[in-house]
């Protein structure tokens, strides 16, 4: 084992892998929640029941879904990525295509189903890995950085840190509020571990955080402990009478499965790149088995569609986990086998609060943007395109936005300086693909 995932090449150890994928699980462990609060619609009053997923067989997919991400991503690619059904795209999945357009839930589990069949060709073809390989350091360094300010401004305002300020579109948050006091309390004890260079800082520190929210009633302590998992019946297998059925294909359904396709692609090209880049992977600008880590959110994908959920991604909150130590897939098979406990173990989810998490993300936030710091500020033809990939993340609260401006501005600046010949001509491809897709957004 410690061979097959080259422990002593990487410098870790069985623990520091495990402390890693459970870090990574406590940072994800909300979507367990989310998901399938998103899918079925819960904030939406008076709606079709025929329009509505069923709670519990989301749940159940949700956690399915993520176990083979992660397990593929672990055992194939022997990255310490964790991966599950991505947020924004369940919102699309929900809101848009199922409410909005009034599709049935079945016809946008196919449209997932056909996305996911087409990127793992596109995989199997080497031509999602020549893709990736063909962006320039500086915008994957940049990418790196967005994500990092973008997770970091998640947490902020998921713990109430910051708020929404008519006056100045954000303002700093309440600071009596109890839940506001646990996350700084929260962040002070992971900070203090970090800077000691305690190994698994990141964890101990969401660790201490739910303990001293419990003893303040802060966090609710959990009803119970263990549960049998509901079952998936309502929504497995859905997806193959939606593919039978004659009224999905329509022109319309085409633009949910391309929009599936672009989002995706991305969202997970750019987190696969971010957190290989902070633990070190990335070696003269190429990532080493990509290929085999773009397969993984490919058959995950497949995987969901098929039990009831809408995409799966790999997860920025990975890099909370590579920062508590894992550098292997072993962590991810961790956190595979841990989304499969929870099948049983849901009531103890309930401490996994956003007070809890947003130390960890914040923190991480600070460590991805250390990337920064290796780009050629000095050349602006880099700076511009560098500049607003990062700063358009968090600000449009969307990582493929802050792709699509930055990639639409580099060909661009570097054609006005006279080094258009160095540009890799994929790179004008996505250019005038992303300025198509910003301006049909």
């Given at each position: 084992?410690?061979?097959?995932?080259?422990?002593?090449?990487?410098?870790?150890?069985?623990?520091?892998?495990?402390?890693?994928?459970?870090?990574?699980?406590?940072?994800?462990?909300?979507?367990?929640?989310?998901?399938?609060?998103?899918?079925?619609?819960?904030?939406?009053?008076?709606?079709?029941?025929?329009?509505?997923?069923?709670?519990?067989?989301?749940?159940?997919?949700?956690?399915?879904?993520?176990?083979?991400?992660?397990?593929?991503?672990?055992?194939?690619?022997?990255?310490?990525?964790?991966?599950?059904?991505?947020?924004?795209?369940?919102?699309?999945?929900?809101?848009?295509?199922?409410?909005?357009?009034?599709?049935?839930?079945?016809?946008?589990?196919?449209?997932?189903?056909?996305?996911?069949?087409?990127?793992?060709?596109?995989?199997?073809?080497?031509?999602?890995?020549?893709?990736?390989?063909?962006?320039?350091?500086?915008?994957?360094?940049?990418?790196?950085?967005?994500?990092?300010?973008?997770?970091?401004?998640?947490?902020?305002?998921?713990?109430?840190?910051?708020?929404?300020?008519?006056?100045?579109?954000?303002?700093?948050?309440?600071?009596?509020?109890?839940?506001?006091?646990?996350?700084?309390?929260?962040?002070?004890?992971?900070?203090?571990?970090?800077?000691?260079?305690?190994?698994?800082?990141?964890?101990?520190?969401?660790?201490?955080?739910?303990?001293?929210?419990?003893?303040?009633?802060?966090?609710?302590?959990?009803?119970?402990?263990?549960?049998?998992?509901?079952?998936?019946?309502?929504?497995?297998?859905?997806?193959?009478?939606?593919?039978?059925?004659?009224?999905?294909?329509?022109?319309?359904?085409?633009?949910?499965?391309?929009?599936?396709?672009?989002?995706?692609?991305?969202?997970?090209?750019?987190?696969?790149?971010?957190?290989?880049?902070?633990?070190?992977?990335?070696?003269?600008?190429?990532?080493?088995?990509?290929?085999?880590a773009l397969i993984s959110d490919s058959i995950a994908t497949i995987v969901g569609s098929i039990?009831?959920?809408?995409?799966?991604?790999?997860?920025?909150?990975?890099?909370?986990?590579?920062?508590?130590?894992?550098?292997?897939?072993?962590?991810?098979?961790?956190?595979?086998?841990?989304?499969?406990?929870?099948?049983?173990?849901?009531?103890?989810?309930?401490?996994?609060?956003?007070?809890?998490?947003?130390?960890?993300?914040?923190?991480?936030?600070?460590?991805?943007?250390?990337?920064?710091?290796?780009?050629?500020?000095?050349?602006?033809?880099?700076?511009?395109?560098?500049?607003?990939?990062?700063?358009?993340?968090?600000?449009?609260?969307?990582?493929?936005?802050?792709?699509?401006?930055?990639?639409?501005?580099?060909?661009l600046t570097m054609i006005i300086k006279g080094k258009g010949k160095e540009v890799h001509p994929?790179?004008?491809?996505?250019?005038?693909?992303?300025?198509?897709?910003?301006?049909?957004?």
């Amino acid at each position: 084992m410690k061979k097959y995932f080259q422990f002593e090449e990487l410098g870790t150890n069985y623990r520091r892998e495990f402390l890693g994928g459970l870090t990574t699980f406590l940072a994800m462990a909300y979507i367990l929640v989310v998901n399938p609060l998103t899918l079925t619609l819960a904030d939406v009053e008076g709606l079709p029941a025929e329009l509505r997923m069923d709670y519990g067989a989301v749940f159940v997919a949700t956690a399915v879904s993520a176990a083979v991400g992660c397990f593929i991503m672990g055992i194939v690619a022997r990255y310490p990525l964790g991966l599950a059904p991505g947020l924004g795209l369940n919102a699309f999945f929900a809101y848009t295509v199922v409410l909005g357009s009034g599709s049935p839930w079945q016809h946008a589990l196919a449209a997932v189903f056909i996305s996911g069949v087409f990127f793992l060709l596109l995989t199997l073809t080497g031509l999602r890995e020549k893709l990736i390989n063909a962006i320039p350091m500086e915008l994957k360094l940049a990418v790196g950085a967005g994500i990092g300010l973008f997770i970091a401004y998640i947490g902020l305002k998921t713990s109430g840190i910051i708020t929404a300020s008519e006056a100045t579109i954000v303002g700093l948050g309440d600071l009596h509020n109890p839940e506001v006091l646990l996350a700084i309390f929260g962040l002070v004890v992971t900070v203090i571990l970090l800077v000691k260079g305690v190994k698994g800082g990141v964890f101990y520190g969401m660790v201490l955080t739910a303990i001293v929210g419990m003893i303040f009633t802060v966090v609710p302590l959990p009803e119970g402990v263990v549960s049998m998992p509901p079952s998936v019946a309502p929504t497995f297998g859905s997806v193959f009478s939606a593919l039978g059925d004659p009224t999905f294909y329509t022109l319309s359904m085409l633009s949910v499965i391309l929009t599936f396709l672009f989002v995706d692609f991305f969202d997970n090209a750019g987190t696969l790149v971010a957190v290989a880049n902070q633990a070190g992977f990335v070696k003269d600008n190429k990532l080493p088995r990509a290929g085999r880590a773009l397969i993984s959110d490919s058959i995950a994908t497949i995987v969901g569609s098929i039990f009831g959920t809408s995409t799966v991604t790999s997860y920025v909150e990975s890099s909370s986990g590579v920062a508590a130590g894992a550098r292997t897939g072993f962590a991810s098979i961790v956190t595979g086998v841990l989304f499969l406990l929870a099948l049983f173990f849901s009531p103890v989810l309930s401490v996994i609060t956003s007070a809890v998490t947003a130390p960890a993300l914040i923190v991480v936030g600070i460590l991805m943007v250390s990337s920064l710091g290796q780009i050629e500020w000095s050349r602006f033809e880099i700076a511009v395109p560098a500049f607003l990939t990062m700063i358009m993340m968090p600000f449009t609260s969307s990582i493929a936005t802050g792709i699509a401006v930055g990639f639409i501005f580099y060909p661009l600046t570097m054609i006005i300086k006279g080094k258009g010949k160095e540009v890799h001509p994929i790179m004008y491809i996505f250019g005038l693909i992303f300025l198509v897709y910003l301006i049909t957004l």
